[in-house]
């Protein structure tokens, strides 16, 4: 009975994500992915895309939600919270929901449906997953000692 109950709360709580992704692009504010955090069966937290409406990249439904989460709960460490997506999450997304310590994340539409509407976000997939030396996207490291100023030893001797 209690995993029928949870596959229902679950439902529940992926059709609160579809419903915010659906309004969301129902008003023209952004592209049509909604996001809810959750702890203990309660909304912490919700966000939308917000690209199209603020010209910013990275306002996705799930860095929107974790960015409100944080912040209600006076912390980055969100573990025991779970993640409920409209939309697989993109790589950006993903990375976000491992630095916020999400271990449970629950999602809709996959790749495979955002791509037929146009928003896949594969190749940025493959571009991670390939050495650094073979990504479109080249980084290079300059020697930091240009600087006499020395952040991580500032932060070291902070976090003691």
């Known amino acids: 009975m209690k995993h029928q109950q949870d596959e229902a709360s679950r439902q529940e709580m ?6 915010l992704a659906y309004a969301n692009t129902a008003k023209h504010h952004g592209k049509p992915f909604g996001a809810i955090i959750v702890k203990d069966g309660q909304v912490i937290a919700t966000g939308v895309n917000e690209v199209v409406a603020t010209c910013d990249p990275t306002t996705h439904a799930e860095m929107q939600a974790i960015r409100e989460a944080s912040r ?3 912390s980055t460490d969100l573990s025991g919270y779970e993640l409920y ?3 697989q999450p993109c790589p950006m997304c993903l990375s976000a929901i491992y630095l916020a310590n999400i271990q ?4 809709g539409y ?3 449906e955002a791509a037929e509407a146009g928003l896949s976000t594969q190749y940025i997939y493959e571009q991670v997953a390939l050495p650094m ?5 080249r980084l290079q490291q300059i020697d930091p000692s240009c600087s006499e100023l020395k952040p991580l030893e500032a ?3 902070h976090a003691r």
């Open 14 to 19: 992926m059709a609160k994500a579809i419903a």
């Open 72 to 74: 209600k709960e006076k």
């Open 85 to 87: 997506a409209s939309g």
């Open 104 to 107: 449970r994340v629950y999602y």
């Open 110 to 112: 996959g790749e495979a």
């Open 133 to 137: 030396d073979q990504r479109d996207v």
């Open 155 to 157: 932060w070291s001797r």
